[in-house]
């Protein structure tokens, strides 16, 4: 099978690892105070998504499944988005086969504690970019063998492309002189 649908893909999911998708409830989203003017456009789910969301702590055997029973033996990317207003960080993960076809896995943790198993021990193209995730947004890759910042130094405090995160100024500039 060298392509498949994002329902094809829930489906195996569904049957073959029970447990692991997660449910999508969209968030109360908040009744503007006035009534919109004319024209004026509805609040937008941002989190809304067609694509298989998998409980956090399911991503790794997710991986293995995939790999191991459907032949995605790449992992082409791996990236984090801010949910700043629903509070938490979107993991989004794709595999590729050589053959052709690519898939979108995603999982949610909280911004608060951002954490989930890490892929790098049995994917080692996840080792960087779980690396890039830990040092721009603060996520947590449980196992990971060497999760420290590879874009920033050591000794900067914070996560930079969180949403939160001040963008004028820079306490750094300066201070050693």
């Known amino acids: 099978m060298a392509s498949w649908s994002t329902d094809d893909l829930k489906a195996a999911l569904a049957r073959d690892l029970p447990g692991v998708l997660a449910a999508y409830l969209p968030p109360q989203l908040s009744a503007p105070a006035e009534p919109r003017k004319k024209g004026a456009q509805a609040p937008v789910d941002l989190l809304s998504t067609q694509d298989a969301l998998i409980h956090p702590h399911c991503i790794a055997d997710v991986a293995r499944y995939l790999r191991d029973t459907h032949s995605y033996t790449l992992l082409t990317n791996l990236t984090a988005v801010d949910y700043l207003r629903d509070n938490v960080i979107e993991l989004v993960y794709h595999f590729a086969r050589v053959d052709g076809g690519v898939l979108t ?11 989930l198993p890490s892929l790098a021990p049995t994917w080692p193209g996840a080792d960087f ?19 420290r ?23 750094y500039i300066g201070e050693g002189e």
């Not at 949610?108 to 954490?115: D, I």
């Not at 449980?142 to 999760?147: D, F, I, K, S």
């Not at 910042?149 to 306490?171: C, N, T």
């Open 149 to 171: 910042r590879i874009y920033m130094w050591d000794e900067f405090e914070g996560f930079p492309m969180r949403k939160d995160f001040p963008k004028q100024g820079d306490k």
């Open 105 to 115: 896995v995603k999982t949610r943790v909280p911004r608060e504690a951002p954490t």
């Open 129 to 147: 970019q779980e690396r890039e995730a830990y040092d721009l947004y603060g996520v947590i890759f449980q196992g990971h063998q060497n999760l």
